[in-house]
């Protein structure tokens, strides 16, 4: 069973609105929890690394916050663009002795329309 | 610019013929991985390398091999042994340890003939 549950798998929003996508996970210790953005045919690029002590980070117009008791954490877009339509991906890490075994979602499929 | 190369772009395969993945970075770092992406599911590491001349079995490493000659490069070699081979791969490199930001290649479209 995969330990990182992303929802929704996709979803539709209009340009310059607001939307939220969920990441629930299981891995246990827990280091520290990734958003990814990748664009169709491209590499994933990083958005926001957040460990244990971090409730929130932002970059830019994403915001992703972290709830390590309940083991769920979020990313909001604000006010959606043509170039957000993307797959975001959520990766979480188990620590230093897991190395190299990071655990991805399979992501949340976001297109925005004009 | 820094960055990590991989190329080529895509990738065909015939039955029984190994292929070879290039994976170069520029970035000085230690540490590089390979991932297997299939649609619908998560990142899968194949192979790691955490210094030159040395690198691991990650999660599916099977009817895969790497080497790890130089620092700036970690090509993947995906065997006749690999009956399944079609799916998107992507090269990674880290500072040191998977703690740190990964950096991610532009990826490989492998696909059969």
């Known amino acids: 069973k995969n330990q990182v549950e992303q929802s929704p798998q996709s979803l539709i929003i209009l340009e310059g609105k607001n939307c939220t996508l969920q990441?629930?996970?299981?891995?246990?210790?827990?280091?520290?929890l990734r958003w990814y953005k990748q664009d169709t045919g491209r590499g994933p690029v990083s958005l926001t690394i957040m460990t244990f002590s971090e409730n929130t980070k932002s970059n830019g117009r994403y915001t992703a916050t972290l709830d390590a008791d309940t083991k769920q954490s979020s990313l909001h877009i604000t006010a959606s663009q043509l170039s957000d339509s993307a797959s975001y991906i959520c990766v979480v890490s188990a620590g230093m002795h897991s190395w190299g075994k990071l655990q991805f979602g399979a992501g949340t499929q976001v297109v925005v329309t004009p | 610019d820094g960055g990590i190369t991989q190329s080529p772009k895509y990738l065909f395969r015939k039955e029984g013929q190994n292929v070879t993945l290039s994976c170069e970075q520029n970035l000085n770092h230690d540490a590089m991985y390979w991932y297997r992406q299939d649609p619908g599911q998560g990142l899968r590491l194949i192979y790691y390398?955490?210094?030159?001349?040395?690198?691991q079995k990650g999660d599916i490493a099977e009817g895969y091999s790497v080497s790890r000659e130089k620092k700036e490069s970690f090509p993947l070699t995906v065997t006749s042994a690999q009956k399944n081979p079609t799916a998107f791969y992507l090269c990674?490199?880290?500072?040191?340890?998977?703690?740190?930001?990964?950096?991610f290649g532009s990826g490989t479209q492998l696909s059969v003939l």
């Open positions: 990441c629930n996970y299981t891995v246990s210790p827990f280091s520290n």
């Open positions: 990674a490199s880290t500072p040191d340890s998977p703690e740190e930001k990964l950096f």
């Open positions: 390398s955490q210094i030159v001349n040395d690198f």
